[in-house]
Nanobody
């Protein structure tokens, strides 16, 4: 069973930046499309960024141009660089397999990391 450990969240002012990391156990990681998700209080979890095993990326309109997803298969890690943060980006952030590919199945969710954007 793959374990996911997210880190890098925190409190940041509007316009600031954060870099999230997600470390995955198991060598299968390097061949699996991954995604970053977020869930704000009272809202459903949403997929905000996706990356294929070879590095092709896609973004939700709400984060396009501000967030960048990347991966280091040698380190079994996927990253989310978040720039120009807005209060509406406040949420708990998680990584997992790309849910747009149902055949992958989701792994057990990690604990996630909290991002709070506030002045």
């Amino acid at each position: 069973q793959v374990q996911l450990v997210e880190s890098g969240g925190g409190l940041v002012q509007p316009g600031g930046s954060l870099r999230l990391s997600c470390a995955a156990s198991g060598s299968i990681f390097r061949v699996v499309p991954m995604g970053w998700y977020r869930q704000a209080p009272g809202k459903q979890r949403e997929l905000v960024a996706r990356i294929s095993s070879s590095g092709t990326t896609n973004y939700a309109d709400s984060v396009k141009g501000r967030f960048t997803i990347s991966r280091d298969n040698g380190k079994n890690t996927v990253y989310l660089q978040m720039n120009s943060l807005k209060p509406e980006d406040t949420a708990h952030y998680y990584c997992n397999t790309d849910s747009r590919i149902p055949s992958l199945g989701l792994w057990t969710w990690g604990q996630g990391t909290q991002v709070t954007v506030s002045s």
